[in-house]
């Protein structure tokens, strides 16, 4: 639990420095609303392969219990796991709340849901930071659920 408050802490700090902020790269844009895209059409076709390719290899990933997970194989194990206790998602949604770039880095913040058939729903709050790649591509960085 210490280190998720600090995780939290690191990014709230961040996020509360605009003087260096900027406009965010229409390409960090396109990659992140491909990305987002990419969790939502994997929830619906229990596809974990479409949403690890979005996270970098040296990814963290912290679910709201703040058991992360390090790397892309080890979130792709993870949600094909997931996925495959769950089943595809009858409806999937991204809704980004807002985003600041700093340098090589995007800080974005949303609610992420997905329902099936059963009723079962999974979702809520996160914060998600997009780092550029050396290739120009934006990938997850750090990805938390925010309980």
């Known amino acids: 639990m210490r280190r998720l408050s600090r995780i939290f802490l690191f990014f709230a700090a961040a996020l509360a420095?605009?003087?260096?902020?900027g406009a965010i790269?229409?390409?960090?844009?396109?990659?992140?609303?491909?990305?987002?895209?990419?969790?939502?059409?994997?929830?619906?076709?229990?596809s974990a392969a479409p949403i690890a390719a979005t996270y970098a290899e040296n990814a963290l990933d912290c679910p709201a219990t703040g058991d992360c997970i390090k790397g892309r194989a080890a979130v792709e194990a993870h949600m094909k796991?997931?996925?495959?206790?769950?089943?595809?998602?009858?409806?999937a949604s991204v809704?980004?709340?807002?985003?600041?770039?700093?340098?090589?880095f995007v800080y974005e913040w949303?609610?992420?849901?997905?329902?099936y058939p059963d009723?079962?729903?999974?979702?809520?709050?996160?914060?998600?930071?997009?780092?550029?790649?050396?290739?120009?591509?934006?990938?997850?960085?750090?990805n938390m659920a925010i309980p």
């Open 17 to 21: 420095c605009p003087a260096q902020s």
């Open 25 to 46: 790269d229409p390409a960090a844009r396109r990659d992140i609303d491909a990305g987002n895209q990419a969790w939502i059409q994997g929830m619906k076709e229990a």
């Open 81 to 91: 796991q997931r996925l495959s206790q769950y089943g595809r998602a009858a409806t």
């Open 95 to 104: 809704a980004s709340a807002g985003a600041v770039q700093q340098g090589d």
């Open 110 to 115: 949303g609610r992420a849901d997905a329902a």
């Open 119 to 142: 009723g079962r729903k999974i979702g809520g709050r996160y914060l998600t930071v997009w780092q550029k790649q050396p290739n120009g591509e934006w990938k997850i960085f750090r």
